[in-house]
T-cell receptor, first 113, second 110 residues
Framework: DSGVTQTPKHLITATGQRVTLRCSPRSGDLSVYWYQQSLDQGLQFLIQYYNGEERAKGNILERFSAQQFPDLHSELNLSSLELGDSALYFC????????????FGPGTRLTVT | SQKIEQNSEALNIQEGKTATLTCNYT??????LQWYRQDPGRGPVFLLLIRENEKEKRKERLKVTFDTTLKQSLFHITASQPADSATYLC?????????FGAGTRLFVKA
């Protein structure tokens, strides 16, 4: 158990809908990262927050947004969902912004039908 | 753009042997590199981090080398066991972004 929690574990929704994925980092970790993993793309970095502020952006679509709250939990919002958004979404946390290992949550499996 | 290449083919080895996995990168000079293990349907688990000024790092049966001239890292598992069967990912860090390789699947046969 990494200490990072993600909810929900599974999510099935229809195209065009909007969903919110939630992540609670390990106690004491200030950085939160979001990743998307699909079969043909591997693990893709989406976005990173550090202590409530956006720190880095990767290949995140405009339909996706995220935020980190004062209690350090983070939410990833996915809207206007398409079939291609079906994937495993992982959240990870680390102590600081870089030069520290990342601890991954169990992931949320999103299926868009 | 930055690119990471790992052996796309699965690596099959016999129990007790040493497994060696390769990670090559281009168009980048990372300050450090990490290795993770991932089991099917689960989140990656951190194994080792090596910095650019370190040539080698060890942890129990694991060893990582980092050659900044060759732009390559090697990951070794000695005395491999069937429980080591998993996908191993290397990741580059720097410029506030983390880039993961596609991973190499390792199968250790008893």
């Amino acid at each position: 158990d990494s200490g990072v929690t993600q909810t929900p574990k599974h999510l099935i929704t229809a195209t065009g809908q909007r969903v919110t994925l939630r992540c609670s980092p390990r106690s004491g970790d200030l950085s939160v990262y979001w990743y998307q993993q699909s079969l043909d793309q591997g693990l893709q970095f989406l976005i990173q927050y550090y202590n409530g502020e956006e720190r880095a952006k990767g290949n995140i679509l405009e339909r996706f947004s995220a935020q980190q709250f004062p209690d350090l939990h983070s939410e990833l919002n996915l809207s206007s969902l398409e079939l291609g958004d079906s994937a495993l979404y992982f959240c990870a946390s680390s102590v600081a912004t870089e030069d520290y290992e990342q601890y991954f949550g169990p992931g949320t499996r999103l299926t868009v039908t | 753009s930055q690119k990471i290449e790992q052996n796309s083919e699965a690596l099959n080895i016999q129990e007790g042997k040493t497994a060696t996995l390769t990670c090559n990168y281009t168009n980048y000079s990372p300050a450090y590199l990490q290795w993770y293990r991932q089991d099917p349907g689960r989140g990656p688990v951190f194994l080792l981090l090596i910095r650019e000024n370190e040539k080698e790092k060890r942890k129990e049966r694991l060893k990582v080398t980092f050659d900044t001239t060759l732009k390559q890292s090697l990951f070794h598992i000695t005395a491999s066991q069937p429980a080591d069967s998993a996908t191993y990912l290397c990741a580059l860090d720097g410029s506030f972004k983390t880039i993961f390789g596609a991973g190499t699947r390792l199968f250790v046969k008893a």
